[in-house]
Nanobody, 116 residues
Framework: QVQLVESGGGLVQPGGSLRLSCAAS????????MSWYRQAPGKERELVAV????????TYSDSVKGRFTISRDNAENTVYLQMNSLKPEDTAVYYC?????????WGKGTLVTVSS
């Protein structure tokens, strides 16, 4: 059974940091490109960051570039999103995604709220 379980969300003040984790199971993690998406209230889901399989190449949306870092631990089947210098506009539910050869899996999300 495929599972992607996000954790690490919560309430943080503007300028603060959080690290999200996504624990994967039920599929061959090392075959899949891993991504983080987010969906803010009333908005469409958007891609935040992607990390590829072998070389670990990364891509970020312009809105988070320089502030967020995606990484993966293939031994632990886990992908991370380090979020620094958080802004109120980063408030959203953050979703983990795994994609390979037409397979596309999603986690249930973790809520990040940036507010003073």
């Amino acid at each position: 059974q495929v599972q992607l379980v996000e954790s690490g969300g919560g309430l943080v003040q503007p300028g603060g940091s959080l690290r999200l984790s996504c624990a994967a199971s039920g599929f061959t993690f090392t075959l899949y490109a891993m991504s983080w998406y987010r969906q803010a209230p009333g908005k469409e889901r958007e891609l935040v960051a992607v990390i590829t399989i072998v070389r670990g190449n990364t891509t970020y949306s312009d809105s988070v570039k320089g502030r967020f870092t995606i990484s993966r631990d293939n031994a632990e089947n886990t992908v991370y999103l380090q979020m620094n210098s958080l802004k109120p506009e980063d408030t959203a539910v953050y979703y983990c995604n795994a994609r390979w050869a037409g397979m596309n899996y999603w986690g249930k999300g973790t809520l990040v709220t940036v507010s003073s």
